[in-house]
């Protein structure tokens, strides 16, 4: 099933964040557990991690954009 995952508020003041590097790339497959894109906030770098098995299918933020949060992030294949 394709999903679109969001961004999710890592801190209760957090509105935005800095996409800092993908670690999976579109048609790639991933695990339940592992990192698919680093965050960046005004206060932390964080690592966003699989919640499911899947596989990427779209990434909509690049690299370097700024997303607000309960923006568009990527599609995946659950």
Known sequence: MRTTLQLSRVG???????????YKQPGESFKAGEPLY?????????????TSDGRIIQVYAREGE?????????VVDV
């Open 12 to 22: 209760m003041n957090m509105e935005e964040a800095t996409i800092v590097k993908w």
């Open 66 to 74: 700024i997303v607000k949060v309960g923006g568009q992030v990527c």
């Open 38 to 50: 680093e965050i960046e906030t005004e206060k932390v770098n964080q690592e966003i991690a699989a």
